[in-house]
């Protein structure tokens, strides 16, 4: 597994949390995103732990880059903020599992192991969160939102929608952005900043 956050104290904690669990291992920690990418294009891990909020770039552009390498990990978005709105966004972008900084260490075990086994733990979002979210996509990108929270993969909804793989990573990039872009707790989603 690899473990990402720009925060020393909570890559030391997971990893102690871990630590007693046989069966899960860390192989790498990385407190950026450009070295989350690197390492995880190097030790091709089952399950990488990303932070939201790093300082070179968001867990959101990080999960992006990191399902494209050729042998992507189920990616685990671990945040403070962890709610519908950031839930939605990490689906686009990829994630397999949201899970908040305050969830007890049995849960976030629990959830590593449920991604180790090639399955995702999406926690639900509430229905007027989804509504609200559609209601600021356009009509195909509404589609898109619904399908990927369903689970569909994105080949899948490329063959129903009649669309390239290409077009559809290009809506998800836009859909992404409009996600990023709501506020809804002071602070902007937007990514902290830009990497190669």
Known sequence: MLVVDDHAAVRVGLGGLLEDHSDLEVVATAAS???ALADAAKVAP??????????????LTLCRAIKRLPRPPRV????????GTLTAAAVVAGADAVVSKGTLGDEVVRTIRVLAHGRRAI??????VQRS?????EPTDQA???MLLQ?????EIADVLSISPSRLESRRAAMLQTLMAIDPHGSSL???????
């Open 190 to 196: 937007e990514p902290a900043g830009s990497w190669g």
């Open 123 to 128: 926690p639900p979002i509430p229905r007027a």
């Open 133 to 137: 979210l559609r209601a600021r996509l």
């Open 144 to 146: 898109i939102l619904g």
């Open 46 to 59: 089952d399950v990488a732990v990303v932070d939201y909020h790093l300082d070179d770039s968001d867990g």
């Open 151 to 155: 689970g569909i993969s994105p080949s």
């Open 33 to 35: 995103a450009r070295e």
């Open 76 to 83: 685990l978005v671990y945040s403070a903020y962890a709610d």
